[in-house]
């Protein structure tokens, strides 16, 4: 069993920056890869990030809408994951989730709010 805490979000102007966090119950480097879904109200689930460590090394992967603002990594110690977001357009506005495979089992937070707005 797996949790999953995501938090950072806010209400924020365009053009402003958020950091969303996502805080596993069991060491994150069991985890691999890690992503970062989004979702709207009426739309599927969209792909925001993904990191996945190789021998120390991160590879990250990012949607298309998101590359050049948003940028995701992991603290190995604290457990963390992390979204950087800046230059965020109210089009960013949405539920954002993390979630990890682990066992062969998909498990997803319970997604922490991001308004963009002015």
């Known amino acids: 069993q797996v949790q999953l805490v995501e938090s950072g979000g806010g209400l924020v102007q365009p053009g402003g920056s958020l950091r969303l966090s996502c805080v596993a119950s069991?060491?994150?480097?069991?985890?691999?890869?890690v992503a970062w879904y989004r979702q709207t109200p009426g739309k599927e689930r969209e792909f925001v990030a993904r990191?996945?460590?190789?021998?120390?090394?991160?590879?990250?992967k990012y949607a298309d809408f998101v590359k050049g603002r948003f940028s995701m990594s992991r603290d190995i110690a604290k457990s963390t994951a992390y979204l950087q977001m800046n230059s965020l357009k109210p089009e960013d506005a949405a539920v954002y989730y993390c979630?990890?495979?682990?066992?062969?089992?998909?498990?997803w937070g319970e997604g922490t709010l991001v308004t963009v707005s002015s």
């Open positions: 069991r060491s994150i480097s069991s985890f691999n890869p």
């Open positions: 990191i996945r460590t190789v021998t120390d090394v991160h590879y990250v």
């Open positions: 979630t990890v495979n682990f066992d062969g089992v998909d498990y």
